[in-house]
């Protein structure tokens, strides 16, 4: 049952509550968008771009998606799925030999050296793009975080293919646990598709749904727009300005986290989902690839707590506690209703600089809030995320 979005009613409040966060210094600045399958119901754009520089953010303002861009990596393995290019349950080393290296960390020995073995089973895609093949983060895994700092390798992120050189920390399939699957994912469809994985994006995804301003390399136009990114000091709560960006000259392109992106270009693509895989006069994915990717794809397991131990970059990391919450294809799904409204059997997930998104096919919503504030769960930019999403609700008929 779809539900109409009184913008009447939407507009003042979600303007307010905005407006409040960016004058309360809570965030630096902020844009959000909402949307039904027909067209942007709301847009709206609050503070600066840069803490202190007084450029104002635009609804056209550039962020930094981070793992935002996973949902788009996996419509495009979606996509060599249906093509035939890709499986989603043989051994994904067949088109990407480099997986059957893959080692299995079972512990460390007395010098501190990690203690590896070959996983008893090999990797599939369903389980990369489910996050349930075993790789997980650093940012939220202990083994992961040192095994990094043990071997001096790396993040995936920045773009180096030794990066991607780690062992799982758990058996493929065993349970749910967030990580760099998404990276693999990615180099699956550069080597399915013959291009490099920004190359098979742009071409059948973004350039078809007139996203003109995303892309893993900021472009001219894009960087006269672009916001920084922030980071909030633990014990004064200020925000400041880093220095931080995505390599723009890579090895390979992240697909666990590297794009950039605008709100209303990231709509472009939600609305997509919303429209059964049709937008802007392309039909990107059959209907039913959509519905395979709204539903559970990794049976019993669950989603869980995700422990920091980078807080820096993430505090402790859940979304609506209590909730039973599952995986798609590559999103996030809350199995029951949210507390802010949100449909059971919703789509959603994140970005690191506390950049979200929701898709809601029951009552034909979408939404997408961006920040680009660290760590990642900041209390303060959730809870304009979450104030924001229940503004929508509160305005739905």
Known sequence: MTSSLDTSRLKPAADALLQQAVDAGHVPGVVAAASSAEGTLYEAAFGERALGAGVPMTPDTVFWLASMTKPIVGAAAMQLVEQGKLTLDETAAKILPEL?????????????????????????LRQLLTHTAGFTSDIWNADSARYLKTMNLPRAGSGKKIALSVPLTFEPGERWEYGINIDWAGQLVAAASGMRLGEYIQKNITEPLGMQSTGFKISPSMRTRLATVHQRDPATGLLSTTPFEV????????????????????????????????GNGHQLLKPETIALMSK????PLRVNLLRTQNKAASLDAEFFTGVEKSWGLTFMINEQVAPTGRSAGSLAWAGLPNAFFWIDPKKDLTGVILMQVLPFVDPHALDLFTNYEKAIYAACT
Do not use: C
Not at 103 to 120: E, F, H, I, S, V
Not at 296 to 299: E, I, L, R, S, V
């Open 296 to 299: 559970n794809a990794m049976g």
């Open 100 to 124: 059957a290296e893959v080692k299995l960390l079972t512990g460390w020995d007395t010098n501190g050296q990690p203690l590896l073995r070959a996983p008893k089973s090999q990797i599939t």
């Open 247 to 278: 390599p723009q000259e890579t090895e390979f392109d992240p697909g666990g986290g590297g794009l950039y992106s605008t709100a209303g270009d990231y709509l472009r693509f939600t609305r997509m989902i919303l429209n059964h895989g049709r």
